[in-house]
């Protein structure tokens, strides 16, 4: 799964499954572009990931012998989107692998959750997907050939209860990722979906705190949900998954959902 010559722009990509994927596609041997807001939102009201540890992937990546550009950027701006690819190809070149990985998570029932909470929700995490790839297909056109890859969630696959809002957002990424993957195959370029599980991540103790409850009883329940006697998933164990779609091992498979989940979507 050698990606050397090749330019991965991964978003969400200062800490968390980001930085999982961008290290992981570095040690392969691509350069990375890095994106990610630095900044808190009105919602979710837990912290977002700031600019201190997207030089920290940075500097990661360069420490593996790899380019790496840093992209402040709100995935929800078509013109801050647009400045962002603009400069990754200007700076490295190309872009070869499209990582959709910037998201947010919240709980709450359905008639409870706020306006504001299930706008962010959807402009974030499948708004802000399409924009990026609307932006990085044309690239992808021209060359001929490339990745695209959405990270979706178990929830994207099936229902969870009270996360209406999250719901409604993952699975409109598989139904984006699928129609994407049909439009762009004539040109070479494939798209494909990860499902994640709960992932030991910075938002499982956001999701928590906005549910009332500690960070190890969210992950408790969590791991009560697996078929596999597992809890948390360490972020590597979803970038072994993308670094696979994202290479040349992969090069046939398009519209298609792949699920690193312990078995949780069997039952």
């Not at 990375?32 to 979710?44: E, G, K, R």
């Not at 990931?49 to 360069?62: F, P």
Request: proline share 3%; charged share 15%.
């Amino acid at each position: 799964m050698e990606l050397a010559g090749k330019v991965a722009l991964v978003t969400g990509a200062a800490r968390g499954q980001g930085r999982a994927h961008a290290l992981a596609l570095a040690k392969a041997g691509a350069d990375v572009a890095l994106l990610d807001i630095c900044q808190n939102l009105a919602y979710p009201r837990y912290p977002m990931a700031n600019r201190a540890e997207l030089s920290q992937t940075a500097a990661a990546v360069r420490e593996l012998g790899r380019q790496a550009i840093e992209l402040v950027c709100d995935v929800r701006q078509a013109e801050e989107v647009a400045a962002s690819v603009t400069r990754t190809v200007a700076e490295l070149g190309r872009i070869d692998i499209l990582v959709n990985n910037a998201g947010v998570a919240g709980l709450g029932a359905s008639w409870e959750i706020s306006e504001e909470a299930f706008d962010a929700m959807l402009d974030v995490n499948l708004k802000g997907s399409w924009l990026m790839a609307k932006y990085v297909a044309p690239h992808l056109i021209a060359q001929g050939s490339g990745r695209i890859i959405f990270i979706s969630s178990t929830a994207g696959l099936r229902p969870l209860a009270w996360m209406a809002h999250y719901n409604a957002a993952k699975m409109g990424v598989v139904g984006l990722m699928k129609t994407m993957a049909i439009e762009l195959a004539p040109y070479n370029i494939t798209v494909n979906s990860l499902h994640p599980t709960g992932i030991d991540t910075e938002i499982i103790t956001g999701e928590a705190a906005e549910a009332g409850m500690s960070r190890e009883a969210l992950a408790a329940q969590i791991g009560r949900d697996h078929l596999l006697p597992v809890g948390l998933l360490p972020p590597q164990e979803i970038a072994n998954a993308l670094l696979f779609l994202a290479s040349d091992a992969a090069r046939y498979i398009t519209g298609q959902t792949l699920a690193i989940d312990a078995g949780y979507t069997l039952h």
